[in-house]
């Protein structure tokens, strides 16, 4: 079961939240967002969901992209996730305002919440990972670099809310870490695996962090 992984991201003032598995917005930030703008509690989500337009959209949304409703809408109270279409459909009920702040968030924003969504975790657990083991069981070297990032970024808590430069660190280690598989600079041993990668993520967090202090 996959762990709800929640970037934050600060807007004009305002704090929307995206889920990074499915890319949905949460609507309890959404719905803050909307109240900090126009300050009408008669637009608030539940009764968006009410109207029969609305209604009319979902069934139009699910039938055109062919997915499904939990895609559209899912998870109850600070969970509660929709789809960014949906999105864009409550914004434009809200005010012209709050709608225009809704899809400048996104043209900023989108292309990096794609960048972050994980694919390059993916691509290093399913594609690259065997290429320096071979073995039947990879869950070891998984389980150990997760641990390693979580200690050098200090989330020994959990993953379960992190800001953007933190999500955008794993990405970044996960991504050199692959170019230096494709480099040919990996061990040439089965039992330096962890070890090395360790030193690969404690360097590129490092270099991570120099970037930064530098912009």
Do not use: C
Request: net charge positive.
């Amino acid at each position: 079961m996959k762990t709800v992984q929640k970037l934050e991201i600060e807007f004009k003032g305002l704090i929307l939240s995206q889920d990074m598995h499915t890319k949905m917005l949460y609507v309890k930030e959404l719905e803050a967002s909307m109240l900090k703008v126009i300050g009408d509690i008669n637009k608030s989500f539940n009764i968006f969901m009410t109207r029969k337009d609305t209604k009319d959209f979902i069934n139009v949304l699910k039938k055109e992209d062919n997915i499904s409703e939990n895609e559209v809408i899912s998870g109850r109270g600070k969970t509660k996730r929709v789809h960014h279409f949906l999105a864009f459909k409550y914004a434009t009920w809200v005010s012209k305002e709050f709608e225009l702040i809704v899809y400048k968030f996104f043209v900023k924003y989108y292309p990096v919440i794609r960048e972050l969504g994980g694919d390059k975790y993916n691509d290093f657990r399913f594609k690259y990972l065997p290429k320096i083991y071979d073995g039947e069981n990879t869950r070891w070297i998984i389980i150990n670099m997760n641990l390693d990032i979580n200690r050098i970024l200090k989330k020994n808590n959990g993953w379960n809310k992190q800001n953007k430069f933190e999500y955008n660190s794993r990405e970044y280690i996960y991504s050199h870490i692959i170019v230096d598989i494709k480099r040919n600079l990996k061990p040439k041993t089965r039992q330096n695996i962890s070890n090395w990668l360790k030193e690969r993520i404690i360097y590129h967090f490092r270099t991570l962090e120099i970037i930064n202090e530098s912009k």
